[in-house]
C-alpha cells in the first residue's frame, strides 16, 4: 500500500469520522473504499453512440409506406 496525504474540508472530516463509526472501520478504509470505487467506475469503456443510419428522418412513423413503397421482403 502507498501513503499519501489529502487536504479535506472539515465538515467532510466529521462525515467521514461518524461514517466509520457507523460502519465500525476506519475513516482510512472508507476513503480507500471510495477512491477504489471511483477508480473502478473511470475504467470501465462507455459505449458511444455512433450515427450510421442515412435514410429518411421520418422512418419511423411512416414505415408502412416505406415498405409498401420499396421491394422489402420482395423475392
Known amino acids: 500500500m502507498k501513503k ?11 462525515a467521514l469520522a461518524r461514517r466509520a463509526a457507523s460502519e465500525g472501520t476506519t ?3 472508507v476513503i480507500r ?8 467506475a473511470s475504467r470501465r469503456v462507455k459505449p458511444r453512440a455512433r ?7 421520418d422512418l419511423a412513423s411512416r ?13
Do not use: C, H, W
Not at 499519501?4 to 466529521?14: G, L, N
Open 4 to 14: 499519501t496525504s489529502i487536504y479535506i474540508e472539515p465538515d467532510v472530516d466529521v
Open 27 to 29: 475513516k482510512a478504509a
Open 51 to 57: 450515427a450510421v443510419f442515412s435514410g429518411p428522418s
Open 63 to 75: 414505415v408502412d409506406e416505406y415498405l409498401a413503397d420499396g421491394d422489402f421482403g420482395a423475392s
Open 33 to 40: 473504499q471510495a477512491l477504489r470505487d471511483a477508480a473502478d
